[in-house]
């Protein structure tokens, strides 16, 4: 179970301290250890203001080792090339552990997302400005141009029926990291 590539320390621990084997699923991974949170809200004349801010401690470049007192760290995995983050919650005991961690993924649909909301919003605005253009033709004014007016009701509605389906599609993708821990002897 120990990764390959980890090189061991040859020297136990320090006392109060439990060693930890850490693995990114076989990949390259940056690991840093959030220390501490601090979140704050502020509030005046109506307007509120969140703010938050991290302090983390730079761990290992996995596959590596690391000792650790025992109690519950926040790791954090970020690949080499900072495209997947993800964190791992680890509860050591006295007991060493192997940690790995396969990291989670974001990916953002921004172009087909932004191409499907501009489809809706054009086509509602077409759909509503000929469907008033229209009532204007039925009712005597600008008679001559009553089919146009019919089409871009109908180019604006089939523009929504595009863009709505396409809004669903283009949503994000977030998978969360998953994680394995096994106890030395």
Do not use: W
């Amino acid at each position: 179970m120990v990764p390959s590539g980890v090189e061991m320390r040859s020297s136990p621990p320090e006392p109060g301290y439990t060693r930890v084997i850490i693995d990114a699923n076989g990949e390259r991974a940056t690991v840093t250890e959030v220390v501490d949170v601090t979140t704050a809200t502020a509030h005046a004349e109506g307007i509120v203001a969140h703010g938050r801010s991290e302090t983390t401690k730079p761990i290992c470049l996995t596959p590596c080792t690391a000792d650790l007192k025992p109690g519950m760290h926040v790791l954090r995995f970020t690949s080499v090339d900072s495209e997947r983050m993800s964190e791992a919650n680890l509860q050591l005991g006295d007991k060493p552990k192997v940690l790995r961690h396969a990291m989670g993924r974001t990916e953002d649909a921004s172009a087909l997302g932004v191409g499907a909301y501009t489809l809706v919003f054009l086509g509602a605005i077409t759909a509503v400005t000929g469907a008033s253009l229209y009532g204007a033709a039925r009712a005597g004014v600008m008679s001559e141009y009553e089919s146009e007016f019919a089409g871009l009701v109908a180019g604006g509605a089939g523009a929504m029926v595009i863009g709505i389906p396409l809004m669903f599609l283009a949503q994000p993708v977030r998978q969360p990291g998953a994680s394995t821990e096994l106890s030395l002897p």
